[in-house]
């Protein structure tokens, strides 16, 4: 593992969980749009995150008890946006014109309620790469300045 491979892999963390706090403040922004560009309510949106590097830890420390360089560096990146699957909400509202014949609207599949908590847990996340690339940077400084 390189020098700078750490701060690598919490840069990765930082682009995806900044992506998914992206998507997640679009969803909260379309939480009353009951009509999108297809004319159909908005659609929720989730971010899929995948690993990058070596799949298992044994794998990794096995190559770094032996100091080869054959095991790629970790981290994470963003494999796709998708649309939730779960069924759009039916509010009775007759007044409204989006209304159908039965007096429901349909609003689109976002509960702000997740939506909150998502953020949160991805800001928490952001938090600890952040910590983890400061802490990296400061072990560097440190093995830099005993090699002076």
Do not use: C, H, W
């Not at 992206?22 to 749009?33: I, K």
């Not at 560009?37 to 908005?42: L, Q």
């Not at 899929?48 to 990146?77: I, K, R």
């Not at 991805?122 to 940077?137: G, I, P």
């Amino acid at each position: 593992m390189g020098l700078f491979d750490a701060i690598g892999i919490s840069g990765s963390g930082l682009t995806a969980q900044r992506i998914r706090m992206d998507v997640t403040a679009e969803n909260l922004a379309n939480a009353n749009t009951t009509k999108a560009a297809n004319g159909k309510p908005y659609q929720r949106q989730e971010v899929v995150l995948q690993q990058l590097g070596s799949s298992d830890f044994g794998g990794a420390l096995s190559s770094a008890v032996q100091q080869t360089s054959s095991a790629v560096p970790g981290g994470v990146q963003v494999a796709g946006i998708v649309s939730d699957a779960t069924p759009d909400q039916q509010v009775y509202d007759p007044g409204n014109p989006e209304a159908n014949a039965q007096g429901y609207v349909k609003l689109p599949n976002v509960s702000t309620v997740t939506e909150m908590t998502d953020l949160i847990s991805e800001s928490q996340s952001y938090q600890s790469d952040v910590t983890a690339m400061q802490t990296s940077k400061s072990m560097f400084t440190a093995t830099l300045g005993l090699l002076k």
